[in-house]
């Protein structure tokens, strides 16, 4: 069963660094992209990007380079999305999620939980 | 960046049933995708690749495209169909993109 467990969640406070996790299991990680999509409060869903964790190749939405840090630790099966500045922005809900690795799919087809970051003094 | 385009909400009658469309010039090149998110929930994937459905998704949910809209068809609308839905698909340079979502209403 293709699973992926989110954690890292929490209220941090503004200039905090985060760094939160997905744990994936049941299919071969090396073999799809993990993206992440942000959620802020009763809006719609953003991607953020995506990392390929067979070489680590990474694409980021224009919107977030710069401004997040997405990497995997293969030997644990596990991707990460990190801060090194909270803003107040950053509140929002974090998805991440699988996507086939062919470029014939543009899709997510497993999701995390979902980990809520708010950011608040 | 590309942008798709989605009505903000429709609702349908128990058991009709109701389109959802996604407008944008990259649908013109590459497929769309659907996904359903509950209240609280994480979306799920419905449709894939224009029109496939996941394991375990109903087949009243299907998809269609012609010229830049992209349609989601659910046929006999469920009330636990209720929910947002979301469209996505790629752009030129290999970046994602998400719909603006529509909420729909099972009356």
């Known amino acids: 069963e293709v699973q992926l467990v989110q954690s890292g969640a929490g209220v941090k406070q503004p200039g905090e660094s985060l760094k939160i996790s997905c744990k994936t299991s049941?299919?071969?990680?090396?073999?799809?992209?993990i993206g992440w999509v942000r959620q802020m409060p009763g809006k719609g869903l953003e991607w953020m990007g995506f990392?390929?964790?067979?070489?680590?190749?990474?694409k980021y939405s224009p919107s977030f380079e710069g401004q997040v840090t997405i990497s995997v630790d293969r030997s644990i099966t596990t991707a990460y999305l990190q801060w090194s500045s909270l803003k107040a922005s950053d509140t929002a809900m974090y998805y991440c999620?699988?996507?086939?690795?062919?470029?014939?799919?543009?899709?997510?087809?497993?999701w995390g939980q979902g980990a809520l970051v708010t950011v608040s003094s | 960046s590309s942008e798709l385009t989605q009505d903000p909400a429709v609702s349908v009658a128990l058991g009709q049933t109701v389109r959802i469309t996604c407008q944008g010039d990259?649908?013109?090149?590459?497929?769309a995708s659907w996904y359903q998110q509950k209240p609280g929930q994480a979306p799920i994937l419905v449709i894939y690749?224009?029109?496939n459905r996941p394991s375990g998704i109903p087949d009243r949910f299907s998809g269609s495209t012609s010229g830049n809209t992209a349609s989601l068809t659910i046929t006999g609308a469920q009330a636990e169909d209720e929910a947002d839905y979301y469209c996505?698909?790629?752009?030129?340079?290999?970046?994602?993109?998400f719909g603006t979502g529509t909420t729909v209403t099972v009356l």
């Open positions: 999620a699988r996507r086939p690795y062919s470029t014939a799919y543009y899709h997510f087809d497993y």
């Open positions: 049941g299919y071969s990680f090396i073999s799809y992209w």
């Open positions: 990392i390929y964790p067979a070489d680590s190749n990474i």
């Open positions: 990259t649908l013109r090149s590459y497929d």
């Open positions: 690749a224009k029109n």
């Open positions: 996505n698909s790629r752009d030129r340079s290999g970046d994602f993109v």
